[in-house]
C-alpha cells in the first residue's frame, strides 16, 4: 500500500502526530474525520450514529462547518444521511436533489455552509448503516470526479479503525470511548432537553422533538442551541406550547 493510493494517503494523514485535545480515544472520529477528507479530497466529513425513528448522534467532524452541516440536517430532521441509513446506500445529493427532498435543508445549507452537494454512506459492517460518513464538498464535480473505489477504501480503513479502537479505556477507568466525542456529549444535551420538554408540553418524545426543532427554524438556530438553552434554564419548554398546537 502506498501513499498514491486512497487507504495509503488516510493512514499517512493519520499517522500524523495528533494536538494535545485531540489525543483521547473520544477524539478518535475526529482525527479520522480529517483523515478521510484528505485521503478522498473532499471540503468536509462527518461521522454520525442513526439510532431509528430520526435520532442521530455526531461523533466527529474534519472542522467546523461541517459539524454545522451536521447540526443542520439534523435540526431538519431528515436529509442525505438518514437517507443513507434507511435505504443502506451510498448517495450523492447536490442542492437541487436536496431543494427537491428537503427544501428547509437547502435554504439552511446554502445559506450556512458554502457545501453545495453531499456524499452518504454507511460504514461497514459491523458499524454499518448504524453509522454514516458524509462526504461534503463546495462543488458537485469534486463529488462526481471522486473515484468511488477510493471511497470505499477509506470507509473501509475508516470503520475498521473504529472497530481497533472500540475496546480502549473502559468508563470504569475515567476515560471516554469514542462514541463518547464531545459532539455526542452536546448532542446528548438534546436528549436531556427533549425529556424535560416532554414533561412540560405533555408530548411523546418525537411530537417533543418536533417541537423542537419548529422552535430552532423559527429563531433561526440549530437544536442543539435550543436544547442548551433549556438544559441551563434560559428557555423554559412551556413556552414553546404554541409551537406543540401548530
Do not use: K
Not at 493512514?11 to 473520544?26: D, K, M, N, T, Y
Not at 462526504?135 to 470505499?152: K, M, S
Not at 436544547?227 to 428557555?235: H, K, M, Q, T
Request: net charge negative; hydrophobic share 40%; proline share 6%.
Amino acid at each position: 500500500m502506498t501513499e498514491t493510493d486512497a487507504a495509503g494517503r488516510f493512514l499517512q494523514a493519520l499517522s500524523e502526530p495528533a494536538v494535545p485535545e485531540e489525543r483521547g480515544l473520544e477524539m478518535v472520529p475526529t482525527r479520522l474525520a480529517r483523515a478521510a477528507a484528505e485521503a478522498v479530497g473532499v471540503d468536509g466529513v462527518a461521522l454520525s450514529i442513526h439510532e431509528g425513528a430520526g435520532l442521530r448522534t455526531p461523533i466527529g467532524a474534519s472542522d467546523r462547518v461541517t459539524s454545522h452541516a451536521e447540526q443542520l440536517q439534523f435540526t431538519t430532521g431528515d436529509g442525505p444521511c438518514l437517507r443513507a441509513h434507511d435505504t443502506g446506500s451510498a448517495i450523492v445529493f447536490d442542492l437541487d436533489d436536496i431543494n427537491r427532498n428537503w427544501p428547509d435543508l437547502h435554504t439552511a445549507l446554502l445559506g450556512e455552509t458554502p457545501f453545495r452537494a453531499v456524499f452518504s454512506v454507511p460504514l461497514a459492517p459491523p458499524l454499518g448503516p448504524t453509522v454514516i460518513v458524509d462526504l461534503y464538498a463546495r462543488e458537485l464535480a469534486t463529488l462526481t470526479q471522486v473515484p468511488r473505489d477510493d471511497v470505499e477504501a477509506v470507509v473501509l480503513c475508516l470503520t475498521e479503525e473504529l472497530v481497533r479502537t472500540s475496546g480502549g479505556v473502559s468508563a470504569d477507568e475515567g476515560g471516554a470511548r469514542w462514541w463518547e466525542s464531545p459532539a455526542a456529549r452536546r448532542r446528548s444535551r438534546v436528549w436531556q432537553a427533549t425529556g424535560q420538554a416532554t414533561v412540560a408540553l405533555g408530548l411523546d418524545v418525537v411530537d417533543t422533538l418536533t417541537v423542537l426543532r419548529a422552535h430552532a427554524f423559527a429563531t433561526g438556530r440549530v437544536v442543539d442551541d435550543v436544547a442548551e438553552d433549556i438544559v441551563e434554564g434560559r428557555l423554559d419548554p412551556a413556552e414553546l406550547r404554541d409551537e406543540s398546537n401548530r
